[in-house]
């Protein structure tokens, strides 16, 4: 099976920078997304890593090393509607998603 | 542009009763995917469709459940006689392509069973 590890929850201030990682063990990897997920909404797409590197859109940014399974979120200039679930899920050798069970962030003024 | 539909957003039924979820693709999207979330928990797969064809469904419970996606229509997934465990958000998410290609959800449905 996959296993996807994230912490649960983290707290940043306004304005500030906030990283979140996630390691992921799994058979075959054809990459890894970061989403946002507001209390009772949809997941919404943020990132996608195939290649080692970092991987820069606006105030977000993704880490990905393949050979070490690990990945992260970065969110800089955090702004109070950044408060929201963060979930790294992975795709192995097929088309299905697994996901990690999401990290909670809540920022506070 | 719309993006992935899903009805009803929240839907109430009493134990033993069916529960009918709709999910409508983004247009040019061929491939639907559910996924359901239990309250703390992560996004757990449960089925894999494109037209006509169900392609995986090993994250789907054997018994009770079962999805369809019709030539024409939205994706269906029927939950029969419905428990309390069933009590869920399931999400439908859908992309134009198949493997490593990103997914885009739906609204979600909130299944609560009395």
Known sequence: GQNIDQPTEMTA???AIVQINCTYQTSGFNGLFWYQQHAGEAPTFLSYNVLD???EKGRFS????RSKGYSYLLLKELQMKDSASYLCAVS???YKLSFGAGTTVTVRA | NAGVMQNPRHLVRRRGQEARLRCSPMKGHSHVYWYRQLPEEGLKFMVYL????IIDESGMPKE???AEFPKEGPS????QQVVRGDSAAY???SSPQGVGDTQYFGPGTRLTVL
């Open chain 1, 13 to 15: 201030t306004e304005g």
């Open chain 1, 53 to 55: 590197g970092l991987e």
């Open chain 1, 62 to 65: 993704s880490f990905l090393s």
């Open chain 1, 92 to 94: 192995a050798n097929d």
């Open chain 2, 50 to 53: 494109q037209k006509e064809n």
């Open chain 2, 64 to 66: 009770r459940f079962s």
């Open chain 2, 76 to 79: 269906i997934l029927r939950i």
């Open chain 2, 91 to 93: 999400f439908c998410a």
